[in-house]
């Protein structure tokens, strides 16, 4: 079992930048694939980045492509998600997931088993 916090969001200025991290219990985390969702108030979870648990393979939404990165540290079993050019529609509730040797469908929420309790991020216009 995989336990999630996910750290660093907070109030910035639209075009700023965040890095979020999401750190994970377990000694096993480097067989997890872990994604990054989010969720503004009224509407539903939407996948936003997702990094394969050998490390290599990273998959992002259309609407952060170019501006997110995602990454993963194993020795300190975190991953980060980089948010550069911060839109105030980049607003909402970020929470990572994790699941266990999962090597497709990255963007669906069903598809991963443990999910943190999730970090606000809010941008200003």
């Known amino acids: 079992q995989v336990q999630l916090v996910e750290s660093g969001g907070r109030l910035v200025q639209a075009g700023g930048s965040l890095r979020l991290s999401c750190a994970a219990s377990?000694?096993?985390?480097?067989?997890?694939?872990v994604g990054w969702f989010r969720q503004a108030p009224g509407k539903e979870r939407e996948f936003v980045a997702a990094?394969?648990?050998?490390?290599?393979?990273?998959s992002y939404a259309d609407s952060i492509k170019g501006r997110f990165t995602i990454s993963r540290d194993n020795a300190q079993n975190t991953v980060y998600l980089q948010m550069n050019g911060l839109k105030p529609e980049d607003t909402a509730a970020y929470y990572c997931?994790?699941?266990?040797?999962?090597?497709?469908?990255?963007?669906?929420?069903?598809?991963?088993?443990?999910w943190g309790q999730g970090t606000q991020v809010t941008v200003s216009s």
């Open positions: 997931a994790a699941e266990s040797g999962l090597n497709g469908s990255y963007d669906s929420r069903v598809k991963y088993r443990y």
């Open positions: 377990g000694r096993t985390f480097s067989s997890y694939t």
């Open positions: 990094i394969h648990w050998n490390g290599r393979t990273t």
